[in-house]
């Protein structure tokens, strides 16, 4: 079946680029989210990707796709105290038929002031 | 607003006594679905509906039942709660396929104890 895979864990300094990786296994996904979650709250998604695109920027946030490689990558720029959280990728596919979403497990965020 | 609404936030039940999680969108969307999510496992899904009246199973649908008898309403039932089912669970919504990039808009949460 569909597997998405992250690290746990990252830990940057106030003001930096954070660089969150994922990587999945489903070579028919359709699209590609990011989601936030903070401490008690729901997720939020914060960006997707379609999977003909090669990259996407949208203000701090950019996400890069490596088709090939069936990589992922969310660029937080200027990361601030409030980006802490936890953020999970999670891809859609296959197209037609019922799109079914696979997430990954979360990588814990950790923002240094 | 746009919202997904569950009830209640918090649930400390007893084992065998049946409960149910209500979920309820305002967006007039197809889809909804119900995910549980556990430390180290991320979010796995329970089960989905695709319409009124259309329901299927996700990935660990053992232990849980759900109706669709309208489109705004996904309701969550543990007939027989059992401790492991102890969980934080998630409702989602969206539109149907066909959408394109469609997104899906959480609850809150729903954190389940079950002792």
């Known amino acids: 079946g569909e597997d998405v895979e992250q690290s746990l864990f990252l830990s940057v300094r106030e003001g930096d680029s954070s660089v969150i990786n994922c990587t999945y296994t489903d070579s028919s996904s359709t699209y590609l989210y990011w989601y936030k979650q903070e401490p008690g709250a729901g997720l939020q998604l914060l960006t997707y990707i379609f999977s003909n695109m090669d990259m996407k920027q949208d203000q701090r946030l950019t996400v890069l796709l490596n088709k090939k490689d069936k990589h992922l990558s969310l660029r937080i720029a200027d990361t601030q105290t409030g980006d802490s959280a936890i953020y999970f990728c999670a891809e859609r596919g296959p197209s037609g038929g019922y799109q079914k979403v696979t997430f990954g497990i979360g990588t814990k965020l950790q923002v240094i002031p | 607003e746009a919202q997904v609404t569950q009830n209640p936030r918090y649930l400390i039940t007893v084992t065998g006594k049946k409960l149910t999680v209500t979920c309820s969108q305002n967006m007039n969307h197809e889809y909804m679905s119900w995910y549980r999510q556990d430390p180290g496992l991320g979010l796995r899904q329970i089960y989905y509906s695709m319409n009124v009246e259309v329901t299927d199973k996700g990935d660990v649908p053992e232990g849980y039942k759900v109706s669709r008898k309208e489109k705004r309403n996904f309701p969550l039932i543990l007939e027989s709660p059992s401790p492991n089912q102890t969980s934080l669970y998630f409702c989602?919504?969206?539109f149907g396929q066909g959408r394109g990039n469609t997104e899906a808009f959480f609850g809150q949460g729903t954190r389940l104890t079950v002792v």
């Open positions: 989602a919504s969206s």
